[in-house]
């Protein structure tokens, strides 16, 4: 036989038990021997006499134990690299972008008298803070990178 021939009679056995019912010994247990937990006894019911205990009989358990520490080979990893410094034109854009809305919502919370050109600046704040930061991204190489774009020929 070939290894077609196999696999279409194993199809055709597959397809003619399709209907069948489960065998009734498989439908009381559906998995195997090994994996039977055995029941645990359900606790007994403390008497009231037995309930009431002298300090001497009381007993301090013990906190269970903390595991041990692995000290074996495992990655420790390096310290980040500190974080790059800003220059006061995108310090002060960040403030506006935050700032502004932030301001306004304060404002709203303690219920503070906000006139019409506090309004505007606080929203003017956060538009010139989101444009100034978009302006600044800019979209090229950094300019330390070198004449190298970093392409194999």
């Given at each position: 036989m070939t290894p077609q021939s196999d696999e279409d009679e194993v199809w055709r056995q597959i397809v003619a038990s399709f209907n069948e019912t489960a065998e009734p010994t498989s439908a009381d247990q559906p998995w195997p021997d090994r994996e039977n937990v055995p029941a645990e006894e359900p606790p007994q019911p403390v008497k009231a006499e037995a309930a009431v205990q002298t300090p001497?009989?009381?007993?301090?358990?013990?906190?269970?134990?903390?595991?041990?520490?692995?000290?074996?080979?495992?990655?420790?990893?390096?310290?980040?690299?500190?974080?790059?410094?800003?220059?006061?034109?995108?310090?002060?854009?960040?403030?506006?972008?935050?700032?502004?809305?932030?301001?306004?919502?304060?404002a709203a919370l303690l219920a503070w008298p906000m006139d019409g050109w506090i309004v505007f600046a606080a929203i003017a704040a956060f538009i010139g803070g989101f444009v100034a930061l978009i302006v600044r991204m800019g979209d090229g190489p950094p300019p330390d990178s070198g004449w190298d774009d970093g392409a194999i020929i």
């Amino acid at each position: 036989m070939t290894p077609q021939s196999d696999e279409d009679e194993v199809w055709r056995q597959i397809v003619a038990s399709f209907n069948e019912t489960a065998e009734p010994t498989s439908a009381d247990q559906p998995w195997p021997d090994r994996e039977n937990v055995p029941a645990e006894e359900p606790p007994q019911p403390v008497k009231a006499e037995a309930a009431v205990q002298t300090p001497a009989e009381t007993r301090e358990e013990e906190p269970p134990a903390a595991p041990e520490e692995d000290e074996g080979d495992h990655y420790v990893p390096p310290p980040p690299p500190p974080l790059p410094k800003m220059d006061a034109g995108t310090k002060i854009a960040w403030v506006a972008l935050f700032g502004g809305p932030a301001y306004l919502l304060l404002a709203a919370l303690l219920a503070w008298p906000m006139d019409g050109w506090i309004v505007f600046a606080a929203i003017a704040a956060f538009i010139g803070g989101f444009v100034a930061l978009i302006v600044r991204m800019g979209d090229g190489p950094p300019p330390d990178s070198g004449w190298d774009d970093g392409a194999i020929i």
